[in-house]
């Protein structure tokens, strides 16, 4: 086993600080990462505070990883000592059921494992994320990163990137295509630039004119104000797709009629029941599709780091020292981040 040193949450009330543990000893077919940089989602939060249900506590956040591979398994294949990888949101699933087949492992039969909060299928201990200065992993649910990205950069992919990816692929965006991107932060940026680089005609809807610069500035064709009744009426029946990114309830209403006839609106961000009501007739009537999207399974994760190599994409972040994340959290809630934070792991030697 080797000792690790990180930044856990040992209630829903108290702020991070500094917390160490044990990693176990490596498998035959574990690789062990020393943790160059973190992103910060806001799924960190939810699941430090307990937001989404009681969390298993302590709880040691992060699952936007990049790091370097400082030790193997005997039965590893894939990565040797000193390659640089990333790690995402899942380390295990049972790998027996069909979706894992299918290389869907976030629809897992039994469940994926978490990168933090979960526990292990084989000993049962809990997962503990990467606001830490190594991880061991299973190799299945290690990524590489292609050598073309700014590893100080890449880490939003794991997580932000593949969430708004997967999406666009499966329902199989397309030059042409009408893309509507609802919210501008950390998913919605990103699904703006990956809506682009597919072809697509893309348009933000944003609450604020204040953010309509900002919106073309990320590469949006057109930006709409959600709150302007006369730009969303002029909307109606334009769209093939929309990504909803926003992260707390809102109407849908609105943006259904935005819609063509079988156009899909695609939930990412919010996963908690929605208020208010959906209106059935804003289905029915013109056979669209309300459907959601969660994060995207290991090889899908490797699809959407190489085309971002291939592309030149990379998410709009800040870097902050890990001594700085109970302030990241209060500016995240606030809005007040373009458009991740990445944590520059060095920085827990700070406390030594």
């Known amino acids: 086993m080797s000792q690790a040193k990180a930044y856990a949450a040992q209630s829903a009330t108290t702020p991070l600080a500094p917390f160490s543990f044990e990693r176990r000893a490596l498998r035959e077919d574990d690789v062990k990462i020393d943790i160059l940089y973190c992103g910060v989602c806001h799924s960190d939060i939810h699941v430090a505070e307990s937001d989404w249900g009681p969390s298993n506590y302590p709880i040691v956040p992060g699952h936007e990883i990049v ?185 849908l209403n609105p943006y259904l009629n935005c819609l063509k006839v079988d156009g899909t609106h695609i939930l990412v961000g919010l996963v908690e029941p929605m208020e208010p009501a959906v209106h059935s007739a804003n289905l029915v009537l013109k056979r669209r599709v309300l459907t959601g999207s969660l994060i995207g399974g290991i090889a899908e994760t490797q699809e959407v780091l190489d085309f971002c190599a291939q592309h030149n994409i990379e998410c709009d972040a800040e870097m902050i020292n890990i001594q700085d994340i109970n302030q990241a959290y209060q500016r995240m809630k606030k809005g007040d981040v373009k458009y991740r934070f990445i944590i520059d792991m060095k920085s827990l030697k700070n406390d030594e």
């Open 67 to 251: 790091g370097k591979v400082t030790q193997v398994g005997n039965k590893v294949s894939k990565y040797k000592i000193g390659d640089v990888v990333g790690v995402g949101c899942m380390v295990d699933s049972c790998q027996h059921c069909s979706h894992c087949a299918a290389d869907l492992e976030q629809y897992c039969d039994k469940g994926f494992v978490g990168t933090y909060g979960f526990n292990d299928l084989i000993d049962g201990t809990l997962t503990y994320g990467g606001y830490s200065d190594h991880i061991v992993v299973r190799e299945k649910f290690v990524l590489a990163i292609p050598e073309a990205l700014d590893i100080s950069k890449a880490a939003p992919l794991l997580c932000a990137g593949i969430t708004t990816y997967s999406p666009l692929r499966h329902h199989g965006v397309k030059a042409g295509d009408k893309v509507g991107v609802l919210g501008m932060g950390g998913l919605g940026h990103m699904g703006v630039k990956f809506a682009k680089a597919l072809g697509a005609e893309v348009t933000i809807f944003t609450r604020s004119e204040s953010k309509i610069a900002e919106a073309k500035k990320q590469g949006a064709d057109h930006v709409i104000v959600s709150t302007d009744d006369a730009q969303m009426a002029a909307a109606t029946m334009h769209f093939d797709y929309l990504l909803d990114t926003i992260p707390v309830q809102h109407d």
